[in-house]
């Protein structure tokens, strides 16, 4: 497997709840195509707008995102595996 995207559209709008890549495959161009094919999956759905949420500390994703037109709203509490931890909200139009 070179890696999945998985988003929850039982919320609007819906959480692009992961999205790996295996780490050997990393900078290929394959995060950014699962980016864009589960965006126009949601998107073909109906879906104007979609979210993800990024740990504060993982700078290298939150910078992935942004380039890939990511929008930072900011700052977020949030839940890993059952424990709180601090994250960032980055936002996609998907129209």
Do not use: S
Request: hydrophobic share 45%; glycine share 14%; charged share 20%.
């Amino acid at each position: 497997m070179t890696g999945f995207a998985c988003a929850l559209t039982d919320r609007d709008p819906p959480l692009i709840d992961n999205l790996h890549v295996r780490p050997g495959l990393r900078g290929g161009g394959t995060g950014g195509r699962l980016l864009a094919a589960i965006k126009a999956a949601l998107a073909e759905a109906g879906f104007a707008r979609a979210y993800l949420t990024v740990l504060e500390e993982n700078a290298a994703a939150h910078r992935f995102y942004l380039a890939h037109g990511g929008v930072d709203e900011g700052a977020v509490d949030d839940m890993l595996v059952g424990h709180p931890v601090r994250a960032r909200r980055i936002g996609f139009g998907l129209t």
